[in-house]
Antibody
Framework: VQLVESGGGLVKPGESLRLSCVTSGFTFGYAWMNWVRQVPGKGLEWIGR??????????EYAAPVRGRFTISRDDSKNTLYLQMNSLKSDDTGVYFCAISMFFSNSGGNFYRNAFDVWGQGTVVTVSS | EILMTQSPAILSVSPGETATLSCRAS??????LAWYQQKPGRAPRLLIY???SRATGVPARFTGSGSGTTFSLTISSLQSEDFGVYYC?????????FGGGTKVEIK
């Protein structure tokens, strides 16, 4: 299982950026996917989650990014995206994609929003 | 939003000793509590989910416990590779939130 983020860089406040998370080694179509960020030297902040297509690709977002950030997925490319608009200096950090835990048994499939696989992260810097 | 508070901020431990890390939630979250380990420059690694279930490949010296709003991670017979920052996370309700972390360092 592998997650590889890309698309980070240096942008000015108010600009946009799109991050990608290319995945392999598992059935991406069933996965619930998340973005988590970390300010350098600080803690972890969950940004948002997207469910699988069969679960209507329902999204949830943290308040600081709601209305500015959009999570989407392309199952044909096994890829997760994070579109970031109206970027602020507070958005600076390392952005990780991560998979929600997935369980399957005779009773069906279920998920836990703990993250058992993470990418290596991509750095976003918002500065004038 | 559920606030997660970890203590202590820094824990100095000698190899071979036991470390106990605490995590408190601002409201009841059982059993939706996870623990992660993070080393510098690396992504977090899931250790414990559902309060006390070890993730795949996690050694038995890592034990999670607790209920309601108060939780602990115990690391028995600490080894050199166990030093790093540990975070708790609740997934009971949105938004998902993490604690501020406990840094476990060599004494």
């Amino acid at each position: 299982v592998q997650l590889v983020e890309s698309g980070g860089g240096l942008v000015k406040p108010g600009e946009s950026l799109r991050l990608s998370c290319v995945t392999s080694g598992f059935t991406f179509g069933y996965a619930w996917m998340n973005w988590v960020r970390q300010v350098p030297g600080k803690g972890l902040e969950w940004i948002g989650r997207i469910k699988s297509k069969v679960d209507d690709e329902t999204t949830e977002y943290a308040a600081p990014v709601r209305g500015r950030f959009t999570i989407s997925r392309d199952d044909s490319k096994n890829t997760l995206y994070l579109q970031m608009n109206s970027l602020k200096s507070d958005d600076t950090g390392v952005y990780f994609c991560a998979i929600s835990m997935f369980f399957s048994n005779s009773g069906g499939n279920f998920y836990r929003n703990a993250f058992d696989v993470w990418g290596q992260g991509t750095v976003v810097t918002v500065s004038s | 939003e559920i606030l997660m508070t970890q203590s202590p901020a820094i824990l100095s431990v000698s190899p071979g000793e036991t470390a106990t890390l605490s995590c408190r939630a601002s409201q009841g979250i059982s059993p939706y509590l996870a623990w992660y380990q993070q080393k510098p420059g690396r992504a977090p690694r899931l250790l414990i989910y559902d309060v006390s279930s070890r993730a795949t490949g996690v050694p038995a010296r890592f034990t999670g416990s607790g209920s309601g709003t108060t939780f602990s991670l115990t690391i028995s017979s600490l080894q050199s590779e166990d030093f790093g920052v540990y975070y708790c996370q609740q997934y009971d309700s949105w938004p998902l939130t993490f604690g501020g972390g406990t840094k476990v360092e060599i004494k």
